[in-house]
C-alpha cells in the first residue's frame, strides 16, 4: 500500500493492489461427472482511499476495495464452488465540531458479492441426495451508515449509531426466481445508543455509570446463510434490548483500579439476532475488577 499527501495535506490518498494466488487439490469420495480441473487461483485485488479536508472541521472520503474470498468446496456432481468476488465502495463525510466535542460520520457504502452458490432445496429434496447448488448468484447492498459522538461535558458522553438498509438483495442469479430475493439476517433498521457519566469531584470522586440500548427492525432469516432460499422464509421480530452499568475508579497498594458491574438485557428479553436468527444474549450480570500495573 502507498500514501500520498497533496495540496498541503488537505488531500490524502492510500491506493495499492494485493495478489491473490490460491493452490489446492480436490478429493472425491466417489466418481463425478464435473470434477474441478483447476489446481490453482490468481487474482489481483486493487484498493483505493482518499480524503480531502474541505475546512479544518469538515472532511470528505471515499474508499473502493475488491477481495476475493475461496469458498472451497463442490455439488453432488462434483462441479466446484467459485470463489466470491466482492466489490466495496463507500462515500461520506466526516465533522468535528466545537474543538472536538461533537464528533460524527456519514457514509453512504455500497457492497456486491459475486459467484455466490446457494443451497438448492428442492433439488436436494426430490433427489434425495446433498449438497446442490444454484451458481452464479450477485448479491447487492446498498444502504446508509451514521456514527456520532457528543462530550455534553466533561463528565458526560453519547454515542449514537444508525444504519438504514436502502437495498439488499440477489439482483443476478442463474435460476430467475431468485433474482429480487431479499438476502438474510439484514434489517432495514438499526440503531445503537450509549452514554457514559463520570463523577470527578466531589465526595463520589471516580464513580462512573454506564447506560445504552440496541434496536433493530424485523429481518428475513434463512437457514442457508446467504438469503437464498424459496422454501424456508421467516422474519426475525423486531427488538429493543437495554443494558447499563455502575463502577469506581480509585487507588489501592499505589496502582490504580477498576470495579465495575454491569448488566445486559436487563428486561431478560427473547430475542433473536444474526443472519440464522439464533438467540440474542439473556440477561447477564458481569463484574469486574482490574488494575493498572
Not at 69 to 95: H, N, R, W, Y
Not at 131 to 156: C, H, M, Q, R, V
Not at 233 to 239: C, D, G, Q, T, Y
Request: no cysteine.
Amino acid at each position: 500500500m502507498n500514501q500520498q499527501e497533496l495540496f498541503n495535506g488537505d488531500l490524502r490518498l492510500l491506493y495499492g493492489m494485493r495478489q491473490n494466488e490460491v493452490r489446492y487439490h480436490v478429493l472425491y469420495p466417489q466418481k463425478v461427472g464435473n470434477a474441478e480441473a483447476r489446481s490453482s487461483l490468481s487474482s489481483p485485488t486493487p484498493q483505493f482511499g482518499a480524503l480531502y479536508k474541505l475546512t479544518g472541521e469538515v472532511s470528505l472520503f471515499a474508499t473502493y476495495t475488491k477481495s476475493t474470498e475461496f469458498a472451497g468446496g463442490a455439488d453432488f456432481s462434483g462441479k466446484p464452488v467459485d470463489p466470491i468476488d466482492d466489490l466495496g465502495i463507500d462515500i461520506g463525510i466526516k465533522t468535528t465540531l466545537m474543538d472536538g466535542r461533537a464528533s460524527g460520520t456519514l457514509s453512504y457504502n455500497i457492497t456486491r458479492r459475486d459467484h455466490l452458490a446457494a443451497t438448492d432445496n428442492a433439488k436436494q429434496n426430490a433427489l434425495g441426495t446433498a449438497p446442490w447448488f444454484i451458481y452464479n448468484n450477485t448479491a447487492e447492498s446498498k444502504g446508509i451508515e451514521a456514527d456520532f459522538n457528543f462530550s455534553l461535558t466533561d463528565s458526560w458522553s453519547l454515542m449514537l449509531g444508525y444504519s438504514h438498509d436502502i437495498q439488499n438483495e440477489i439482483t443476478q442469479s442463474s435460476t430467475p426466481a431468485q433474482v429480487g430475493l431479499p438476502l438474510g439476517g439484514v434489517p432495514k433498521d438499526y440503531v445503537t445508543l450509549w452514554s457514559r457519566y463520570d463523577i470527578k469531584s466531589g465526595d463520589y470522586k471516580g464513580y462512573f455509570f454506564t447506560g445504552g440500548m440496541r434496536a433493530s427492525t424485523d429481518a428475513r432469516v434463512s437457514p442457508d446463510g446467504i438469503g437464498l432460499s424459496l422454501d424456508n422464509i421467516a422474519l426475525r421480530p423486531s427488538f429493543v434490548v437495554f443494558e447499563a452499568g455502575v463502577g469506581r475508579r480509585f487507588k489501592f497498594a499505589n496502582k490504580n483500579w477498576s470495579a465495575s458491574v454491569s448488566v445486559k438485557n436487563i428486561a431478560d428479553r427473547a430475542y433473536r439476532e444474526g443472519v440464522d436468527g439464533g438467540w440474542g444474549t439473556p440477561r447477564l450480570i458481569n463484574v469486574m475488577v482490574g488494575a493498572k500495573f
